[in-house]
């Protein structure tokens, strides 16, 4: 089992409250799910109403097909232009 999480820190520029900002991250966090079959979540930032950071986790029998799902995810959330990415980490998570 290979598992990859994926860390997006985003900025809403356009972003003049919190209803505002849910509707950009639903748009993506619900999107991506449903696209790519992964898990996705708000894990900061949920006070703000122009910041956020967004989780994602792919879970695969081979590191490739785990680290495409990831890229695609990723390509996904760039593609959204009211929400500038400002950063991204990945994560390999280690069987003990």
Same mark, same amino acid.
């Given at each position: 089992?290979? !598992?990859?999480?994926? &860390? *997006?820190?985003?900025?809403?520029?356009?972003?003049?409250?919190?209803?505002?900002?849910?509707?950009?991250?639903?748009? +993506?966090?619900?999107?991506?799910?449903?696209?790519?079959? !992964? =898990?996705? $979540? &708000?894990?900061?930032?949920?006070?703000?109403?122009?910041? =956020?950071?967004? =989780?994602?986790? =792919? *879970?695969?029998?081979?590191?490739?097909?785990?680290?495409? !799902? +990831?890229?695609? *995810?990723?390509?996904?959330?760039? $593609?959204?232009?009211?929400? &500038?990415?400002?950063?991204? $980490?990945?994560?390999?998570?280690? &069987?003990?």
């Amino acid at each position: 089992m290979h !598992v990859l999480a994926l &860390e *997006v820190q985003l900025h809403l520029n356009h972003s003049r409250s919190l209803k505002d900002k849910r509707q950009v991250l639903t748009s +993506i966090l619900d999107g991506a799910r449903r696209r790519y079959q !992964v =898990a996705a $979540s &708000e894990v900061d930032g949920q006070d703000t109403w122009q910041r =956020a950071v967004l =989780a994602f986790a =792919a *879970v695969g029998g081979s590191p490739s097909h785990v680290e495409d !799902v +990831i890229d695609a *995810v990723e390509r996904f959330v760039w $593609s959204h232009p009211e929400a &500038e990415v400002s950063g991204t $980490s990945r994560r390999w998570l280690e &069987e003990d």
